[in-house]
């Protein structure tokens, strides 16, 4: 079946860039997303690609798509304190309104 | 317009006790859904609805009823609470639109003791 994987845990500098990676195994899914959750709060989407795009960048987001490989990477340059939070990418099919899978979500932390 | 809530935000339960998870979302969608999240599973899909009266079976349905009797609300019962159900809960909602961003609520932490 549909599988969506990441890394538990990245821990980088404050300043630095952060590169969050997902893997999935569905060839068919027509959209990627990226969603951020804060301590304590429901999920908020970031940013989405679809699956004919190889990149899309919005402000200190850049997303990546190897659709060959069905790898999906999040930059985040300049990384803040802020941003620290858990990141899950997510993939879905056009046709299903249900099937959206979320990855188990990578935690991430900042040093200063 | 206050997006997706959700009611209660924390609760603690018997075994064998019975309560209701209310969603609520004042955006016109058509698209509901609960999910469950647990620590290194990601989210889980337990039932979802795809207009008023309808629902179907997520991936994780078994020990959980829905309903959704309003466009607005999609209730997540459980009849006999387990503690295997002890989890955060999250309920969604997301337009017909093609890149159906979901919204998401702001999550019930229930615990089964």
């Known amino acids: 079946g549909e599988d969506v994987e990441q890394s538990l845990f990245l821990s980088v500098r404050e300043g630095d860039s952060s590169v969050i990676n997902c893997t999935y195994t569905?060839?068919?899914?027509?959209?990627l997303y990226w969603y951020k959750q804060e301590p304590g709060a429901g999920l908020q989407l970031l940013t989405y690609i679809f699956s004919n795009m190889d990149m899309k960048q919005d402000q200190r987001l850049t997303v990546l798509l190897n659709k060959k490989d069905k790898h999906l990477s999040l930059r985040i340059a300049d990384t803040q304190t802020g941003d620290s939070a858990i990141y899950f990418c997510a993939e879905k099919e056009y046709s299903s309104a249900s099937k959206i899978i979320f990855g188990s979500g990578t935690r991430l932390s900042i040093r200063p | 317009n206050a997006g997706v809530t959700q009611t209660p935000k924390f609760r603690v339960l018997k075994t064998g006790q019975s309560m209701t998870l209310l969603c609520a979302q004042d955006m016109n969608h058509e698209y509901m859904y609960w999910y469950r999240q647990d620590p290194g599973m990601g989210l889980r899909l337990i039932h979802y609805s795809v207009g008023e009266g309808t629902t179907a079976k997520g991936e994780v349905p078994d020990g959980y009823n829905v309903s959704r009797l309003k466009k607005q609300n999609f209730l997540l019962g459980l009849e006999s609470a387990a503690p295997s159900q002890t989890s955060v809960y999250f309920c969604?909602?997301?337009?017909?639109?093609?890149?159906?961003?979901?919204?998401f609520g702001p999550g019930t932490r229930l615990t089964v003791t």
């Open positions: 969604a909602s997301s337009s017909m639109g093609l890149a159906d961003n979901m919204y």
């Open positions: 569905d060839s068919s899914s027509t959209y």
